[in-house]
T-cell receptor
Framework: AQSVTQPDIHITVSEGASLELRCNYS??????LFWYVQSPGQGLQLLLK??????LVQGIKGFEAEFKRSQSSFNLRKPSVHWSDAAEYFC???????????FGRGTSLIVHP | DVKVTQSSRYLVKRTGEKVFLECVQD?????MFWYRQDPGLGLRLIYF???????EKGDIPEGYSVSREKKERFSLILESASTNQTSMYLC????????????????FGPGTRLLVL
């Protein structure tokens, strides 16, 4: 069965600093990987996704993620964090057989001014 | 733009009440999903539906049922609400097909925060 681990429950960064949120997955074949963001009181919004091809994926709001098969990771990065990036971030994995993604437990990003 | 709407943003119900949570999508998506979200647990799948009148159990279906009478509408029903069903409920929809073929992703509604007293 597929699974996702987000090792960090909370991450605190200063505004303008770089950011990396970790995501590790467990799945035998090539997974389909997603990062979603949830602002307070809102639903989830897709930041980016990986299905195949270039392992460095660009998303919205200046985010990117890199798929590393050897490490079973799909970490989310942003070079300079803005206060508006404070939110909950979810990594998700889906298999090729059917579209039912499994979500990680989320990482809460706190941005200090 | 895909729009997924949920009938209520906030609900307060009493233990034992029957609760209906409604979700409507306007993009003719075949697949619809209900999740609950709890702090530290992420999103857990309750039920999903891949067609009208079709439903499949997710990871935590106990205490819930669903109804899909029309393609655009997917209802989550708590037959007898209990305090441990206090949570945020999220609805999502997507087109069918293998994720790799179609590169489909889920579109989420804003969520319903349910408090059961």
């Amino acid at each position: 069965a597929q699974s996702v681990t987000q090792p960090d429950i909370h991450i605190t960064v200063s505004e303008g600093a770089s950011l990396e949120l970790r995501c590790n997955y467990s799945y035998g074949a090539t997974p389909y990987l997603f990062w979603y963001v949830q602002s307070p009181g809102q639903g989830l919004q897709l930041l980016l996704k990986y299905f195949s091809g270039d392992t460095l994926v660009q998303g919205i709001k200046g985010f990117e993620a890199e798929f590393k098969r050897s490490q079973s990771s799909f970490n989310l990065r942003k070079p300079s964090v803005h206060w508006s990036d404070a939110a909950e971030y979810f990594c998700a994995v889906a298999s090729g057989g059917s579209y039912i993604p499994t979500f990680g437990r989320g990482t809460s990003l706190i941005v200090h001014p | 733009d895909v729009k997924v709407t949920q009938s209520s943003r906030y609900l307060v119900k009493r233990t034992g009440e029957k609760v209906f949570l409604e979700c409507v999508q306007d993009m003719d998506h075949e697949n619809m999903f209900w999740y609950r979200q709890d702090p530290g647990l992420g999103l857990r799948l309750i039920y999903f539906s891949y067609d009208v009148k079709m439903k499949e159990k997710g990871d935590i279906p106990e205490g819930y049922s669903v109804s899909r009478e029309k393609k655009e509408r997917f209802s989550l029903i708590l037959e007898s609400a209990s305090t441990n069903q206090t949570s945020m409920y999220l609805c999502a929809s997507t087109r069918p097909g293998l994720a790799g073929d179609t590169q489909e992703t889920q579109y989420f509604g804003p969520g319903t925060r349910l408090l059961v007293l």
